[in-house]
């Protein structure tokens, strides 16, 4: 059973331009989650997603940052004329099930992407 | 809101000595705990995990005691090894289904 499956690995892009994320979850699970880590930090949540509904995007920049989970396809977080400071690692994260109560299902993570602007 | 704090790090050890990295952790109730293992270059893989108090989670040789009375989630192990060298994160549900990480202790095991 694959894991989690991120691409790119590596995206570099100039200030303006726009980057496209692209998550495929483990199979058989409904649930999408992406974090960004800042270098040197922890990662920080941005956007839970399940098929065709935001559910929660509390972490993301209110602006240029949007995400999509499709029926059919990769989940794909897109930012729009990306700037230095959206060099980060992105990584995405599937679960089989959500929320039971307080007891957070296992949440697997993919090996990330890796954004650079210059 | 819910909280996970770790021990700073980096922590430098040598091969065979025993590890301990602290994560105290605040929340309303009793949330499952988690720590996860980030190696060089690669994303971060669940290492173990409780779901409640009192319970130990154990994988690989590393592991943590969910204790309530201190709100604490330590990670141990008794003898590390060159491979444990990677950056380790503890975490749990910040509500909405979304995890809440800990900064991360960069461990380093020198032969």
């Known amino acids: 059973n694959a894991g989690v499956m991120q691409n790119p690995r590596h995206l570099v892009r100039r200030r303006g331009q726009e980057a496209r994320l692209r998550c495929s979850p483990m199979?058989?699970?409904?649930?999408v989650y992406w974090y960004r880590q800042l270098p040197e930090e922890g990662l920080k949540f941005m956007v839970y997603l399940q098929k065709e509904n935001i559910i929660d995007e509390s972490g993301m920049p209110k602006e240029r940052f949007s995400a999509e989970f499709p029926k059919e396809g990769p989940s794909i977080l897109r930012i729009q004329q990306v700037v230095r400071g959206d060099s980060a690692a992105y990584f995405c994260?599937?679960?089989?099930?959500?929320?039971?109560?307080?007891?957070?299902?296992?949440?697997?993570f993919g090996p990330g992407t890796r954004l650079t602007v210059l | 809101g819910d909280s996970v704090t770790q021990m700073e790090g980096p922590v430098t050890l040598s091969e065979e000595a025993f590890l301990t990295i602290n994560c105290t952790y605040t929340a309303t109730g009793y949330p499952s705990l988690f720590w996860y293992v980030q190696y060089p270059g690669e994303g971060l893989q669940l290492l173990l995990k409780a779901t409640k108090a009192d319970d130990k989670g154990s994988n690989k040789g590393f592991e943590a005691t969910y204790r309530k009375e201190t709100t604490s989630f330590h990670l141990e192990k008794g003898s590390v090894q060159v491979s444990d060298s990677a950056v380790y994160f503890c975490a749990l549900p910040g509500g909405s289904e979304k995890l809440v990480f800990g900064k991360g202790t960069k461990l380093t095991v020198n032969p």
């Open positions: 199979k058989g699970h409904s649930h």
């Open positions: 994260a599937s679960s089989l099930a959500g929320t039971s109560g307080r007891s957070t299902d296992t949440q697997y």
